[in-house]
């Protein structure tokens, strides 16, 4: 994961997301389950499913257009990165982007109520899984 101030391009630690609740779990991909499973214990992550974005992604462009407009979510938005990268852009306390850069092997959480925006990097390619403490959901509420 590489994060920066998306304006100046100025280094973001770990430590600085932490201070805007956005909370980052770097996951061994050889043995992940048991460090994914206390994690949904201790978290009440109940229900999980995989998404997949490629080029040949059935309306890739219309899916892509959504997740890049400016949005927020009543409950966390976790993402673990099972393979290829992308990017997620978060508001921080000014009102100015951190940009996360990130690729297999990242888990993020994103608190609940946080305008945010996805799209993926040069690669074109992700497989995430999602965590939700409910059923399945997307509800996006866009900005303005
Ligand atoms: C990497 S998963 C696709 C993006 C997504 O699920 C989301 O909710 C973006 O806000
Ligand atoms: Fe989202
Ligand atoms: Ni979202």
């Known amino acids: 994961?590489?994060?920066?101030?998306?304006?100046?391009?100025?280094?973001?630690?770990?430590?600085?997301?932490?201070?805007?609740?956005?909370?980052?779990?770097?996951?061994?991909m050889n043995d992940y389950?048991?460090?994914?499973?206390?994690?949904?214990?201790?978290?009440?992550?109940?229900?999980?499913?995989?998404?997949?974005?490629?080029?040949?992604?059935?309306?890739?462009?219309?899916k892509l257009k959504i997740f890049f407009e400016e949005h927020l979510h009543d409950d966390e938005e976790i993402r673990f990165i099972l393979d290829g990268s992308g990017i997620f852009d978060v508001r921080n306390k000014d009102d100015k982007w951190y940009r996360i850069n990130v690729e297999k092997g990242d888990l993020i959480i994103v608190p609940a109520n946080m305008y945010h925006r996805f799209t993926l990097d040069d690669n074109r390619f992700i497989h995430a899984m999602r965590l939700f403490t409910d059923a399945p959901k997307w509800v996006p509420v866009n900005r303005y």
Do not use: H, W
Request: charged share 35%; net charge negative; proline share 7%.
């Open 33 to 62: 389950k048991p460090a994914l499973e206390s994690l949904c214990q201790e978290r009440g992550y109940k229900n999980r499913d995989e998404v997949k974005l490629n080029k040949d992604t059935p309306n890739i462009e219309d």
């Open 1 to 28: 994961m590489k994060v920066s101030l998306l304006d100046t391009n100025e280094p973001i630690s770990v430590e600085q997301l932490k201070d805007i609740n956005v909370l980052y779990f770097p996951m061994d």
